[in-house]
């Protein structure tokens, strides 16, 4: 078994040799979560954000918002991501203002509507080419937009 030591916005995090599939950023002064999905979920993912957002929540009671920015929506690498993922959002979805997802595909387009059966935050879907108006509509005062996360 191989095992890897990185940091991940201050977070130290061990993994037996896999990386993470969501590469994420808090944006402490602006209150936003910045998702980056690059392949299927992992339940180990969850770990991570679960960590960089408890400790902001501890702080500050609420998140003002959540970007999520990918091509498509990559699914779970398995079932116990999947719950790890439900999991995930039952604990903090009342916390979280707003959600944009910056994505293109059917299954974005759907998805604000599912999502309003469930959970508390307005969510939003932008294309990828409309990402200025996903960063304006999350934070209106700030103009705050990321660079593109690889």
């Not at 203002?97 to 932008?126: M, T, Y």
Request: hydrophobic share 45%; proline share 4%; glycine share 8%.
């Amino acid at each position: 078994m191989t095992v890897h030591v990185y940091r991940a916005s201050n977070i130290r995090v061990i993994t037996n040799g896999s990386y993470p599939m969501i590469n994420s950023e808090l944006l402490q002064d602006k209150g936003v979560l910045v998702l980056h999905p690059k392949g299927p979920l992992e339940a180990a993912d969850f770990d991570v954000i679960t960590s960089k957002l408890n400790a902001y929540l501890a702080g500050h009671g609420k998140l003002h918002g959540v970007v999520i920015r990918a091509k498509s929506f990559p699914g779970w690498k398995d079932f116990g991501a999947m719950l790890a993922h439900l999991k995930f959002l039952k604990a903090n979805i009342k916390k979280i203002e707003k959600v944009a997802i910056v994505a293109d595909g059917a299954l974005a387009n759907i998805a604000p509507d599912i999502a309003n059966h469930f959970v508390n935050a307005q969510v939003r879907h932008f294309d990828g080419v409309r990402e200025d108006e996903a960063w304006d509509w999350i934070n209106p005062t700030s103009g705050v937009q990321m660079n593109a996360v690889t």
